[in-house]
């Protein structure tokens, strides 16, 4: 185990949040060519992080950093949030001429939403801060900070930007707010602490726009978004003695709906919705062959572990996994994995 790996273990078992480590704020003020990254299917908290630090740390001469995003990362729900940004996306020119990356809410380097033509090793020798708060984070930066104990990656670019006395306007509020309120399902999962809340009240001072972005965020579908909820619906099935609730949605039926991969974001949270279950999933296949899992746990649960079995990571009670299986195969692999992890004995503290 590295010492960054062996650190963030340390911190993820004490009480409280993580301390910003020394040198990464002097990391960030030196960049003059940064390029602020997320992970692939990017939700609004990896949105919110990425523009708020594109914004706050922009470089030389810029008002805005570069932002890197794959061709069809942005959904037409979470549009709103890249349009408050004007946030320029990077090019292969930008990607080479960047001095350091900043990369937030990505568990791991292969998780980066980078062009696959740049290769694997796009950023050379330059440095990668690493700001995250999964669990499973790699820690595969120069500077690594990883924080499991917040709630969402806004929290924490939210807490940099106040030690490193940089100033909060509307927009960064507004963007910071968005990302808290989405990874926190609107302050009502375990993971809104009070320094979430505290960030919250703080961004709404400096001028987040409160209304709007709970109207986007929650009252705002399409009629394609309504007829994908509407299959999710359709879908959710209840096994394993009531314990589990899982839907399902192949490349097919998605596509039927007017929708695409980009609109899968939190429809996990239908068959979460049932009270009996102690664990809801979501199998959704955005390219015939490759379904992605979206697994929450309830009544504290820990649904990390199955996913790294899976090969995938997130947070104790929210994580994911792709497989390269469709839909029916993946379901018949891992139901079981799941009832048996509920079967288990609970070990004693």
């Known amino acids: 185990m590295s010492v960054a790996l062996a650190e963030r273990s340390r911190q993820a078992d004490a009480p409280g949040p993580t301390p910003i480590p020394d040198g990464l704020i002097d990391a960030l003020d030196t960049l003059q060519r940064p390029i602020v990254i997320g992970h692939v299917r990017p939700d609004a908290d990896c949105f ?48 080479q001429r960047a001095d350091g990356f900043i990369v937030v809410d990505t568990a791991k380097h292969s998780r980066c939403n980078v062009d696959a033509a740049l290769g694997e090793q796009w950023a050379g020798d330059r440095p990668i801060i690493n700001i995250d708060h999964h669990a499973s984070n790699t820690c595969f930066g120069r500077f690594d900070w990883i924080d499991a104990h917040a709630g969402s990656a806004a929290e924490l670019v939210y807490r940099l930007i106040r030690a490193a006395g940089r100033p909060i306007d509307d927009v960064v509020a507004s963007l910071l707010y968005a990302g808290i309120h989405s990874d926190t399902l609107g302050f009502s999962l375990p993971t809104t602490t009070a320094s979430a809340l505290e960030a919250a009240g703080d ?15 929650c009252r ?43 609109d899968v974001d939190d429809q996990v949270t239908i068959p979460r919705s049932i009270d009996s ?9 955005g390219a015939p062959g490759k379904t992605r899992l979206n697994l929450r746990g309830e009544r504290g649960v820990n649904v990390l572990d199955i996913a790294l079995s899976l090969g995938g990571g997130g947070h104790r009670e929210s994580a994911g996994a792709i497989l390269d299986v469709g839909i029916d195969e993946a379901v018949k692999r891992v139901i079981p994995i799941i009832t048996a992890a509920l079967d288990a004995p609970v070990p004693k503290s």
């Open 48 to 95: 919110g992080s990425m523009f708020a630090a594109a914004r706050s740390w922009p470089g030389k001469g810029r008002k805005v950093a570069h932002v890197a995003l794959r061709a069809g990362s942005i959904n037409r729900r979470l549009q709103f949030l890249f349009d408050w940004a004007a946030a320029p996306t990077a090019t292969a020119d930008d990607f």
């Open 203 to 217: 961004l709404v001072r400096c001028g987040a726009r409160v209304a709007e972005i709970g109207e986007r965020l």
């Open 220 to 262: 705002s579908q399409s009629q394609a978004e309504f007829n994908l909820n509407r299959l999710i619906y359709g879908n959710t099935r209840v096994v394993a003695d009531d314990r589990i609730a899982y839907s399902t949605a192949n490349h097919d039926e998605i596509t039927r709906t007017g929708c695409s991969a980009a």
């Open 277 to 285: 279950i102690k664990v809801a999933v979501l199998f959704t296949e």
